[in-house]
């Protein structure tokens, strides 16, 4: 698989600023500071496609990045995705309207999207008409801390959306064997499926994720 170029499209507030162009989007859900946005820039290859922070709940819009492959498990052949940074839930500065903000942004995407709708070979591209084809969710919950309740009620929420979904647990360089067997077991207790370690900082399990991303992206 390889990638040919990344590059970030819109911060989009409202329905109306979300692409539908035909190309499949997976969305990334997690608290804030996760590591969203790391994720994306090592995924990308670019260490500032998306802004990070040590401060929570920088991101206040859902940020959308178009990424172009070539190859992969599908294969060979030219594909792309968007990846879709939402706002991190958990954190919220400005209190409670802030947060409320937040989740309506979510929300407006996710209907927006039309869970489970993926375009299809033939489609025509750049249709006003055309939706956007939300392919699948990606759950990211940070591997130090599992059982957190903002994770578990964000992962009802996704099992309730009807699509496609997988769980990715994150910062997984920080932690011993020890620590990482106990936690991922934890993890996959708790969210009823087994969840991918990945780490932005040293690139374990990207690759891994790039085959769950075309398969949700149905390359």
């Not at 990334?28 to 929570?56: D, F, M, P, Q, Y």
């Not at 991101?59 to 052949?77: I, V, W």
């Not at 879709?84 to 903000?101: C, H, I, M, Q, W």
Request: charged share 25%.
């Amino acid at each position: 698989m390889k990638l040919i170029a990344a590059r970030f499209v819109t911060s989009a507030a409202t329905a109306e600023a979300i692409p539908r162009d035909g190309v499949p989007h997976v969305a990334l859900v997690g608290r804030s500071n996760v590591g969203k946005s790391s994720l994306i820039n090592a995924l990308a290859r670019h260490r500032a496609l998306a802004r990070t922070s040590a401060a929570a709940g920088k991101t206040r819009l859902a940020n959308l990045y178009r990424l172009d492959l070539d190859g992969g498990p599908g294969g060979p052949g030219r594909w792309s995705v968007y990846l879709v940074d939402l706002p991190g839930y958990g954190y919220a500065r400005g209190g409670a309207e802030s947060v409320t903000e937040l989740r309506k942004i979510a929300e407006a995407y996710f209907e927006t999207a039309g869970a489970g709708r993926v375009s299809r070979p033939g489609a025509e591209a750049g249709s006003k008409t055309c939706a956007a084809t939300l392919a699948g969710v990606m759950h990211l919950v940070d591997s130090r801390h599992p059982g957190l309740d903002a994770d578990l009620d964000a992962a009802k929420w996704i099992e309730s959306l009807g699509t496609e979904h997988a769980v990715v647990a994150t910062k997984i360089d920080k932690l011993s064997r020890n620590e990482r067997n106990k936690n991922l077991k934890e993890l996959e207790r708790q969210l009823g499926m087994a969840p991918l370690p990945v780490s932005a900082a040293s690139g374990e399990g990207l690759d891994d994720l790039w085959t769950l991303i075309a398969r949700l992206s149905r390359y």
